[in-house]
C-alpha cells in the first residue's frame, strides 16, 4: 500500500509528465511571448441608401473577418441565407442553429457583427431594416454576397 505522501507525489508525476507530452506534441501551446499574425479584416457598411450594402459582393480569403457596421439610422438584421457550417473563433453579435445557419438580433445604428469563413464558397446574405414611409412601417431587404477563397 502506498502512502499518503507517496500517492501525491505520485499523481504530481503524473500530472507533470502528461503536461509535457502535451507540450512536447503540441509546442505552439509552450510559445505564449509570440504574437500571432494579426487576422485579415474587411469592413461591409450598410446604410440607408439605393446602394445600401458596400461593397455588395466582397472577395476574401478564408480566415477574413467580416465586420458589418450599421451606418443606417435604424437597427437592421443580417442572416445568411447559406449554410456557413462552422466560422472561426466566437462570431460577435452573430448566433448559429444546430445546423450552421447564421443570423443577428437587431443591430443599433453604429453597432457592429463580425465572423469570419473556414471553407471556400460563395454566401448569399440579407440584411433587414424597417423603413416608415408615410406613417406606415414595412421591411427592406437587401442581399449581398461573401466568397471566400485561399
Known amino acids: ?72 439610422s435604424g437597427p437592421v438584421t443580417i442572416k445568411f441565407l447559406d449554410k456557413l457550417g462552422i466560422a472561426c473563433k466566437a462570431p460577435v453579435n452573430f448566433y448559429a442553429d444546430l445546423w450552421g445557419n447564421y443570423e443577428t438580433a437587431a443591430i443599433p445604428q453604429g453597432g457592429t457583427a463580425s465572423l469570419c469563413f473556414i471553407y471556400n464558397g460563395t454566401y448569399k446574405y440579407e440584411v433587414k431594416r424597417l423603413i416608415t414611409v408615410q406613417d406606415k412601417a414595412s421591411e427592406q431587404i437587401a442581399t449581398g454576397s461573401i466568397t471566400a477563397e485561399e
Open 1 to 72: 500500500m502506498l502512502t499518503r505522501t507517496q500517492r501525491t507525489l505520485y499523481t504530481l508525476f503524473t500530472a507533470c509528465l502528461l503536461a509535457a507530452m502535451v507540450l512536447f506534441a503540441y509546442p505552439g501551446i509552450a510559445c505564449a511571448g509570440e504574437k500571432p499574425a494579426a487576422e485579415p479584416i474587411s469592413t461591409i457598411i450598410l446604410k440607408h441608401e439605393p446602394d445600401s450594402i458596400t461593397p455588395l459582393n466582397l472577395k476574401v480569403k478564408i480566415g477574413t473577418t467580416i465586420v458589418f457596421l450599421n451606418n443606417d
